[in-house]
C-alpha cells in the first residue's frame, strides 16, 4: 500500500463500551494515543507512503481507527 487515508486522534476517547476491554471510566490514555498516532503518521511517510488526512469530527472517537 502507498496510498493511506488517516484521522488524527483529536476527539480520540472512551464514548461507550462494547466489550469488556473499554470502560468509560478508566477512559483512555489520550497523551499516549496521540504520540503512538504521530509515529504511525510519521512512519507511513518515511516509507514514502501517500498518506491523506480526514479532518476529526466531535462526536465521533472511532473516527482515528480510518
Known amino acids: 500500500m502507498r496510498e493511506l487515508l488517516l484521522c488524527p486522534p483529536n476527539y480520540y476517547g472512551i464514548e461507550y463500551e462494547i466489550n469488556p476491554w473499554m470502560s468509560r471510566a478508566r477512559g483512555a490514555e489520550v497523551a499516549v ?3 503512538q498516532w504521530e509515529q504511525l503518521h510519521a512512519t507511513l511517510s518515511n516509507l514514502h507512503c501517500e ?3 480526514i479532518p476529526p469530527q466531535p462526536g465521533l472517537p472511532d473516527m ?3
Do not use: D, E, G, S
Open 64 to 66: 482515528v481507527f480510518t
Open 51 to 53: 498518506v491523506h488526512l
Open 33 to 35: 494515543a496521540q504520540k
